[in-house]
């Protein structure tokens, strides 16, 4: 998929050697980060020195340490059921209910069965 064709949900992950990844959305690149060793053999994960996701509302960059992610909403991305970035909190309780999600979860909080949750 191109990701130029979904700027709303690009994400992409920085690591330490310089070099990015860009992905059409969170699920996918969480897939990619949950399986580095098919996907970027012989990096790890502490090789990541940045992972940044589109905010839902506002459009801009978001580092994902302080993006709070919701899961089962109505709203679909590129690739169907999405984790939604938002900025704040407050505007992902607000998603949450306007939107029908489940559930707010923090970057420490997904984990591969997430993903399977969402496939």
């Known amino acids: 998929m191109f990701v130029a064709k979904y700027p709303a949900w690009a994400t ?14 969170p699920k996918d690149m969480f897939k990619y980060l949950f399986n580095l060793q098919k996907y970027r053999p012989g990096h790890s994960r502490e090789e990541v020195a940045t992972i940044l996701v589109t905010g839902y ?6 580092d994902a ?5 919701v899961t089962g909403s109505d709203v679909y991305g ?3 059921h999405e984790l939604v ?10 998603f949450r209910r306007d939107h029908r999600g489940d559930r707010i ?5 997904i984990s591969p069965e997430t993903m399977d949750e969402l496939d």
């Open 12 to 25: 992409r992950v920085s690591f330490d050697d310089g070099t990015v990844a860009y992905f059409d959305g």
């Open 65 to 69: 340490e302080d993006a709070h992610f």
């Open 78 to 80: 590129p690739m169907g």
């Open 85 to 94: 970035p938002l900025a704040s909190a407050e505007d992902a309780e607000e």
């Open 105 to 109: 979860l923090r970057l420490e909080d």
């Open 57 to 62: 509302y506002d459009l801009r960059p978001l």
